[in-house]
């Protein structure tokens, strides 16, 4: 294990996140948090101008921020995207309060005598991997994950407790999958005999998650039935996703909790499904799309822009459609009025 | 491991439920059962008067209701609430035949050197418990249960196998944890950087799971990004509920099948969000609401009672939107012939 | 384990599927593939019509379709239903390829004293077997899968890795239960008290999956409040399912992702829901009745047909009322056009 580091000078912080400091850079905080809770030992950050007022308060020691302050009470990092700026401080910060322990092939793993690990992984009591597969260096897996015959899994992955990749699917490096997520499980195929009695397609392909993905708890990323289910480079799943077989997921996607996606779909580079968006089968769906909440899609999306509802359709649309949907007692009610004053005028204005 | 026990008088029973005896209370029952399947050794109740009809033919030995009857074939267990009192019945017959077994610390269980358990905790094999964790008394792990390092874990809770608890949360007392729940895994934030690459924000908080809570099975409660995601004393939750980071549940609320509460919600005392219910971020539901299945939630609601659809809205006015909308097609006809009536009377009579 | 196995003649393929071969039937292949991927050591086949121009151009060494072609340079099996003939062809091919081990009680799996196994079962390090259970022939238990006490689990059953059957369930034989996935959990039963404390009802029946039955992952069947739970035999469950307690599912039944069923729902043979259906408590619903996805179905459905939408109704129905919702903000406005006309003519004409 790396030793736990303590502190950190507020100038090494700043250059972990490319900003520039105002006030006294030697300076040492010990921990990340909100404006409104820090202390002295604290660097916080202020991104959204709607918390401004939570900066004049703060007993921060140190804060990043957009805009330099007329303040001398805490030392600044002046950075053009604080949040991002922040995102790097706080790695550096929680790398050094909760460092990897690197303790080998613990007694109580089981790693079959075919498999090869790189230098430095960390195979906890528990965990199996299974016949052939190959694991590069660094790679932890914690209690009870599970690493089915011939996976490869590349450098400095992470597998959370009792997560499962199932035989012969590729994970890269600098991947994170967590707590009891499943990657490369049968997908659903059957096909109906004479007698509508279901018949199990194999489903003979498998998975492949790219560099620096993060997979939330409780997904599902089905292996292909015939060739590859795909996450690309850099895209992140929360949790209880579920992916079925042959999806092609692009880079910087964005799947947020209980989105699920049918088979074949293709999403494009830095789409975002937010939670509890369904898919049907075999769509594509255009890079830079954003899909509303709950939305509901049954044909492809070609353009990049925000969509919502079920069917999802432009998001100013779907809006006025749910404005107008809440007014249709009202615009039922009108129309009987209307029929009436219709009549009385079409029968020459008696009632 | 306690004695299982095989039977109960009539009399011993009510007491546990607050009920009356009517009839012989010296009678014994083994167990529990509808009142249409049960026989002269089974207690049964009736809670919804549209079941009388199987009271009268009923072969049940006891029977816990609400109003005492004319009738001599079964003993009478007569309580203002007949469901609740048959929950706490049915609670002293379930740990009698299923008493939890003690077996102190199992061989093939794992439990770092630095960690403390109370006395008469029961570690199944294959569960670990990381370092500096400490757990209270009569703490069950059954296999493959994780508990991280500086977890802290409450008297009498279960952790059902294969449930994991990510380090440094703390989970009270007579908590039940479902298997492949898990606890304090990573809530889900990115800072996009220039090029749109998602930079992962550390989450450095935890989760606070209060006393008497019972979380389902394939559930994810995610630590806080800083600081506690809390479920509140008494909550329940049902199966593949997804509570994401620094939401703060009430106490006695119950999220149902597939719930998925954004970022920072606050859910209130009481509330029921039935299932596959879905909230934005950083909304405030206030105590006692109610919100129907399916319903999509985007902004505070302020007022007790029932809500439902997506936008949700007030039941009833929701239910008559909904019947409304059945009528839309007749609805956009009659608007054609009103047109065509209206050109008719401004054409002045003539087609 | 038995031996690997790898090449089949066209011939024997045919045979298991119960085509007609057309050319060399002693020609041999070594996998499957799609038309557009195929190989001369791959079988292929043409199910969908639309895939017709992919035939012409196919390396395949052999191809199942359904009409004879004039083709001499793949040898061709002809069956009625090429996908299903394809289905068959697979499994074959799919055995042959990833024959299953058979590792007896491995060191490190734990077995109770008082279970019993059939022969050929393989036990897997951490794989868990309580007291009493009971296991048929051929029973694969994949490391972490968990066997509560009492269970009974078929012949040729597979538990993947880090699923869970809790006590006293009943799993039938040529079952496939997926990883990280719970059977026989609780059930969600609370009575609230005169505070609104929720009381537990002990959830003291179990959970019955018929034989035949696939399970996806991350899936729960929650075991019966009294009585049992129940999944009929050849039902397949995608992903994420929730199934609760009392259901009782049919025969040949698909549960796609995400869908969730409540309390003591019946589900008719041959009935499809598709992903993300929600289904309220105590419904029936017919056999071989098809919901559309994300449908909400508040009261039962009672003849066979498809259905969608929420509340879902008959879907042609459905598809129209969706369809004039997108007109609904046009109508609206047509609606005051229509006023405003109608008031001109009240008035006599003027403005």
Redesign the interface.
Known sequence: MSEARKSWTVEELAAACGGRVVGDGTRTVA????LD?AGPDDISYLSDPKWSRHLAETGAGAVILKDEQDAARYVQVVAG?P??A???V??V??AG??PRAEIGVAE?A?VAESATLGSGCSI???A?VGERARLGSNVTL???A?VGEDCEIGDDTVI???A?V??RCRVGARV?I?????IG??G?G?????E???????Q?GWTEIGDDV?I?????V?RGA??PTRIGR?S?L???V?V?HNVQVGE?V?L???V?I?GSCEIGD?AILA??V?L?GHLKIAPDVVLG??S?V?SDVKKPGLYLG??A?PIE?AR???M??????E??Q??RD??K??AK??GGGKD
Do not use: W
């Open positions: 921990n990340v948090a909100p809770e995207d949040y991002l922040y995102a790097r706080a790695q910060i929680d309060l909760y109580g089981f906890y009591p528990t199996f914690h209690p009870g599970h959370f407790p009792n499962v199932y035989p994170r967590h707590a009891c997520t499943t499980n049968d659903y059957f096909a109906p005999d004479a509508k009695k279901l018949v199990k397609i194999p003979m993060e939330g708890p409780c997904c599902t089905h015939l060739g850099g992140k929360d949790a209880l579920v079925a910087d964005r947020v909790a209980q699920g049918s830095r939670g509890q369904g049907a909440a709950q509901g049954a079920s069917p359709m649309k006025r459609i749910v107008t949907q809440t007014k249709l007692p615009m039922r009108k129309l209307l029929e004053r219709l005028l079409e």
